[in-house]
């Protein structure tokens, strides 16, 4: 059974919704999935999952929460190797920019998306948590 991390940070709780969708895709697809909060995860963790799905909103001009969400990420990237992991979140202005650039980042990092990130503005709609469910099925 494949163990997939879902590890998030939410402001608004959209974050953490599309979150709990992507949990349920790995647990409907035969996973286990484990929700984490951004602050709670760090490289000692990852040999403990199969696979990763990362979920931050757009902040600011268009970036990843900078306090905690940032950090974590900087930290565990260049440790996840060849394992599955994936990409999520919503934003509320803008064009979506943040996510064309932290895909890039994560490609650069030597990480190999298992699919396309999904995005969503605002509020995640009956479509944004389908995609969230089958990204979750991705990873398993």
Avoid at 25 to 51: H, T
Avoid at 83 to 107: Q, T
Avoid at 120 to 135: I, R, S, T, V
Wanted: charged share 20%; net charge negative; proline share 4%.
């Amino acid at each position: 059974m494949s163990k997939v991390a879902v590890v998030y940070w939410s402001g608004t709780g959209n974050t953490e919704a599309m979150a709990q969708a992507v949990s349920d895709g790995v647990q409907k697809a035969g996973g286990q999935a484990e929700l984490i909060a951004a602050a709670d995860f760090g490289p000692a963790q990852i040999s403990s999952y199969d696979a990763f799905a990362f979920g931050c909103p757009s902040m600011g001009a268009e970036v990843l929460e900078e306090t905690e969400f940032q950090p974590m990420w900087d930290e565990v990237k260049g440790a996840l190797g060849a394992k599955k992991a994936a990409l999520f979140g919503s934003w509320g202005w803008g064009g979506g920019v943040w996510m064309d650039d932290w895909r890039a980042d994560a490609e650069s990092a030597g990480i190999s998306l298992a699919c396309d990130p999904v995005i969503c503005n605002d509020a995640p709609d009956d479509e944004a948590l389908a995609a969230c469910q089958a990204l979750g099925a991705a990873l398993v």
